[in-house]
C-alpha cells in the first residue's frame, strides 16, 4: 500500500496492490502435473497430514511469495480512499518481490505497536479493509464470526487444540482483500464476457416469524446459519447476498484449489492475449466437480478433526483422572425439537453433537 499525493474531497487516497501466485505459469495446461491436480481438485487438510494438490515444490516452493525472491502473479492494483471507495482498479500480469513473511501473530503485533517498521503500513490496510467491510455489511452482508479450533499432533501423539477467532485483525484484513481481489475479478469476467463460475447466493431466508432476542455466541450463530440459503455455482453471474456483493468467483487459492487455478489461467490468458483459454461448458464442467469434490474433502476434514479432537478429550480426562471438573463441559443448546436428540456445542470449543 501507498499513499498518494492528490486526494479525493478530503479523503487520502491509496494504491493497494494484492498479489496471487501465478500457478499457471508453473503447471502447464495438460500435464502431468495438471491431470494430477484436476483430479484430486484441492488440497485435503487434517490435523495429522495434509495431501497437497500439487507438490510441495511448487506449493511451498517456487510458488510461495517467499521473501527476496522473483515470482510470477496475477496482481491487481487499486487506488482506494481511507473510507473503503474503489475509484478505479486494473488487473496485470506482474512479478513480485518480497519484503518479508509475517505470520498473523506478528501481524497483529505490529497492527498494535507504532514503533514496528510494519506498523504505518499495517494499520493503514487494516483500516482500508474495516471500510470495505462496513460497506458490505450495509449492502447486506451477513458477518458470522465463527471460531476456529487448531488441533495438532506433536510426534508422541499428544493432541492440542487451540481456538481462536477469525476476526482477529491480520486475519480478518487479509480475508477483506481477497474477498475485494475476487469481487473485482469477478467484474472483470462480467465485463470483458469471459467465461468464468460465479458464485451467487440469494438473501436471507425470513419466511419464519422473526426468532426472539439470541445473545452472542453459538446460538445465535445458529439462528443466523440457518437462515442462509444454498449458494450456488453458474456461468451466469449474479449477486452474492451472504457477502454484500454484486459478482464473485473464487481465484485466490490456485495453489490449493483446482477451480481457482483454471480462473486464473481464463484471465491470464485473456489478458496476453485476447483470448479465452476455456469455453463456458470446459469452466461450467469443472465448477461443477470442483463443487462435489470439495464438499467430500470438507466432509472428510470434518471427519478426521472429529476424531482428533475427541482424542484431545480423552487425553485430557486421562491426564486429569479423579478430578471430576475436568469432567464437565458447559455446552449451548441450538436445536430442541420433540421427538430428536438436542444439538449442542460446546461453550469452550466450536464443536456440535447430539
Not at 47 to 58: A, G
Amino acid at each position: 500500500v501507498e499513499v498518494e499525493e492528490s486526494d479525493n474531497g478530503g479523503q487520502r487516497v491509496y494504491r493497494v496492490g494484492v498479489h496471487i501466485a501465478d500457478a499457471g505459469a508453473l503447471v502447464p495446461v495438460d500435464s502431468a502435473l495438471d491431470r494430477e491436480a484436476d483430479r484430486r481438485m484441492a488440497t485435503l487438510y487434517m490435523p495429522d497430514r495434509k495431501v497437497s494438490m500439487l507438490p510441495p515444490e511448487i506449493s511451498s516452493g517456487t510458488g510461495s511469495l517467499a521473501p527476496g525472491e522473483d515470482r510470477a502473479t496475477l496482481s491487481l492494483l487499486i487506488r482506494i480512499t481511507g473510507s473503503g471507495e474503489v475509484m478505479d482498479w486494473e488487473v496485470a500480469p506482474s512479478v513480485v518481490r518480497s519484503r518479508a513473511a509475517l505470520s498473523y501473530s506478528e501481524a497483529d503485533r505490529a497492527i498494535g505497536d507504532a514503533g514496528s517498521s510494519w506498523h504505518q503500513m499495517l494499520a493503514t490496510l487494516d483500516g482500508i479493509a474495516g471500510a470495505l467491510r462496513r460497506t458490505r455489511e450495509a449492502a447486506g452482508a451477513t458477518d458470522i464470526d465463527q471460531p476456529e479450533m487448531v488441533i495438532k499432533i506433536d510426534e508422541s501423539g499428544v493432541v492440542d487444540v487451540t481456538v481462536g477467532l477469525r476476526s482477529a485483525p491480520a486475519r480478518s484484513m487479509v480475508a477483506e482483500l481477497m474477498i475485494l481481489y475476487n469481487s473485482l475479478l469477478g467484474e472483470y469476467c462480467r465485463r470483458e464476457e469471459l467465461p468464468a463460475a460465479y458464485r451467487s447466493q440469494p438473501p436471507p431466508d425470513l419466511s419464519d416469524d422473526a426468532p426472539p432476542a439470541v445473545p452472542p455466541g453459538p446460538a445465535l450463530r445458529y439462528v443466523v446459519m440457518r437462515r442462509l440459503q444454498p449458494a450456488t455455482v453458474s456461468v451466469v453471474p449474479g449477486a452474492h447476498a451472504g457477502l454484500g456483493l454484486a459478482v464473485y468467483i473464487q481465484a485466490t487459492s490456485p495453489l490449493r484449489r483446482y477451480s481457482d487455478l483454471v480462473l486464473q489461467r481464463q484471465v491470464g490468458h485473456y489478458l496476453s492475449t485476447g483470448e479465452t483459454a476455456y469455453s463456458a461448458d470446459e469452466v461450467a464442467s469443472v465448477a461443477q466437480r470442483a463443487d462435489v469434490q470439495i464438499r467430500e474433502l470438507a466432509r472428510l476434514e470434518e471427519d478426521r478433526r472429529r476424531y482428533w479432537f475427541l482424542k484431545y478429550l480423552t487425553q485430557r480426562l486421562t491426564s486429569e483422572e479423579g478430578d471430576s471438573e475436568a469432567a464437565l463441559f458447559s455446552a449451548v443448546v441450538l436445536d430442541n425439537r420433540p421427538r430428536r436428540p438436542a444439538l449442542l456445542e460446546l461453550s469452550d470449543y466450536p464443536f456440535r453433537f447430539r
